[in-house]
Nanobody
Framework: QVQLVESGGGLVQAGGSLRLSCAAN????????MGWFRQAPGKEREFVAA????????DYADSVKGRFTISRDNAKKTAYLQMNSLKPDDTAVYYC?????????????????WGQGTQVTVSS
């Protein structure tokens, strides 16, 4: 019964930045590993970034490493994805997800709850 709601998507020019937010409705937000995934048309949903419950450990897909930053504010029950130096290949629907795993995981099937997704479109 955990609800996750993404926001912050939109249209941006290549080289620009966006910050996505993922707001959760559960008091147990701090018990979840949080992750971001994305899905482009005709492609499988792929891992983007994950962060541990404490926020001390993060993991990123190679394609976004150095450009994207995942963070969380447990008091606000919100996770974030700061996206800089955006490329047209970053265009996708971005999904926030929550996992009960104890450490960061890149596996889609290890995330229990998912948001509705927010569209990010990067123009060239």
């Amino acid at each position: 019964q955990v609800q996750l709601v993404e926001s912050g998507g939109g249209l941006v020019q290549a080289g620009g930045s966006l910050r996505l937010s993922c707001a959760a409705n559960t008091r147990a937000f701090g018990s979840y590993v949080m992750g971001w995934f994305r899905q482009a048309p005709g492609k499988e949903r792929e891992f983007v970034a994950a962060i541990t419950r404490s926020g001390l450990t993060t993991d990123y897909a190679d394609s976004v490493k150095g450009r994207f930053t995942i963070s969380r504010d447990n008091a606000k029950k919100t996770a974030y994805l700061q996206m800089n130096s955006l490329k047209p290949d970053d265009t996708a629907v971005y999904y926030c997800a929550a996992s009960l795993e104890l450490g960061v995981t890149t596996r889609r099937n290890e995330y229990t709850y998912w948001g509705q997704g927010t569209q990010v479109t990067v123009s060239s």
